[in-house]
């Protein structure tokens, strides 16, 4: 009996060790299987993802290329002859508008700074080095104040009288350069949709012909002509927008500039006044 219960006991545990196997072994694989299964599901993701990237790359490539072709068929239907007109006023007048802005950007500085910084040495008498700093400043501002500042150190020229009238004087002068060239950009402005009113007559003139010659009044007949005319307006339209932006802006520019050197040229007058090399 004894004997029965060991065999039955070892036979039992076998069982048990083996079935503990089995599952531990169904447990690993379930587990290799989920691992698995989610590894192809990222896997998936990911080239779902990336072909919708391949795709939409493309995309927005044939949208881009799609408006640059458009502007070119427009400009190439538009009469090549009267669309190179127009362009050439935007580049013109953007070139001119450019510089503008460039030299009034460069002709900005700290005035009140500035002008501080030169009573400073006029009131500490030394005038030559008020001359050297308005020198080595660019502006119109340090070069009325450098016109002031001479008459103040000469012998001749150092009443007040004379040093006011020598800023008015550079103050005009100040205000020409500020304003050089914006009569062509006011020319451009003017000329870019007067360009795309001649095509439109022109393309008019096409349209009639075209009627002339098919004795027949069709929408077909005038489409070209009627189509160059409004191709040929729009874009001059549209360059004369852009070059009134411009403008407007450098407007807004030299204004501010002219306002500084009022109130720089009223500063000056009281600090020579209040210089003693200064004949009252």
Same mark, same amino acid.
């Given at each position: 009996? +004894?004997?029965?219960?060991?065999?039955?006991?070892?036979?039992?545990?076998?069982?048990?060790?083996?079935?503990?196997?089995?599952?531990?072994?169904?447990?690993?694989?379930? &587990?290799?299987?989920?691992? %698995?299964?989610?590894?192809?599901?990222?896997?998936?993701?990911?080239?779902?993802?990336?072909?919708?990237?391949?795709?939409?790359?493309? !995309?927005?490539?044939?949208?881009?290329?799609?408006?640059?072709?458009?502007?070119?068929?427009?400009?190439?239907?538009?009469?090549?002859?009267?669309?190179?007109?127009?362009? !050439?006023?935007?580049?013109? #007048?953007?070139?001119?508008?450019?510089?503008?802005?460039?030299?009034?950007?460069?002709?900005?500085?700290?005035?009140?700074?500035?002008?501080?910084?030169?009573?400073?040495?006029?009131?500490? #008498?030394?005038?030559?080095?008020?001359?050297?700093?308005?020198?080595?400043?660019?502006?119109?501002?340090?070069?009325?104040?450098?016109?002031?500042?001479?008459?103040?150190?000469?012998? %001749?020229?150092?009443?007040?009288?004379?040093?006011?009238?020598?800023?008015? =004087?550079?103050?005009?002068?100040?205000?020409?350069?500020?304003?050089?060239?914006?009569?062509?950009?006011?020319?451009?402005?003017? =000329? &870019?949709?007067?360009?795309?009113?001649?095509?439109?007559?022109?393309?008019?003139? =096409?349209?009639?012909?075209?009627?002339?010659? &098919?004795?027949?009044?069709?929408?077909?007949?005038?489409? #070209? #002509?009627?189509?160059?005319?409004?191709?040929?307006?729009?874009?001059?339209?549209?360059?004369?927008?852009?070059?009134?932006?411009?403008?407007?802006? !450098?407007?807004?520019?030299?204004?501010?500039?002219?306002?500084?050197?009022?109130?720089?040229?009223?500063?000056?007058?009281? =600090?020579?006044? +209040?210089?003693?090399?200064?004949?009252?």
């Amino acid at each position: 009996m +004894k004997k029965l219960f060991a065999i039955i006991a070892m036979v039992a545990a076998c069982s048990f060790g083996a079935t503990s196997s089995v599952m531990a072994q169904e447990d690993d694989t379930a &587990a290799t299987e989920v691992v %698995d299964s989610a590894a192809v599901d990222t896997a998936a993701v990911e080239s779902a993802a990336e072909e919708e990237t391949v795709e939409a790359a493309p !995309i927005v490539e044939e949208e881009n290329e799609g408006i640059f072709k458009t502007l070119k068929t427009k400009y190439i239907e538009g009469d090549a002859g009267f669309m190179s007109l127009v362009a !050439i006023a935007l580049v013109l #007048g953007l070139a001119f508008c450019i510089e503008r802005v460039v030299y009034l950007t460069l002709a900005q500085i700290n005035t009140r700074k500035f002008m501080k910084e030169l009573a400073d040495l006029v009131a500490a #008498g030394k005038i030559a080095n008020a001359i050297e700093k308005c020198k080595g400043t660019r502006g119109p501002v340090a070069q009325v104040s450098r016109k002031a500042m001479e008459c103040l150190d000469s012998n %001749d020229r150092n009443d007040i009288a004379t040093i006011e009238r020598t800023i008015n =004087m550079e103050a005009e002068v100040q205000g020409t350069y500020l304003e050089e060239n914006c009569s062509w950009i006011t020319l451009f402005i003017a =000329m &870019a949709p007067s360009l795309g009113f001649l095509g439109t007559v022109i393309g008019m003139v =096409m349209a009639f012909d075209d009627i002339q010659r &098919a004795g027949d009044i069709s929408p077909t007949v005038v489409a #070209g #002509g009627m189509k160059v005319a409004l191709i040929t307006t729009i874009f001059g339209i549209i360059v004369a927008l852009v070059l009134q932006l411009f403008y407007n802006y !450098i407007l807004s520019k030299v204004e501010a500039l002219t306002s500084n050197m009022e109130e720089a040229a009223q500063e000056l007058l009281v =600090m020579c006044v +209040k210089s003693d090399k200064c004949k009252k």
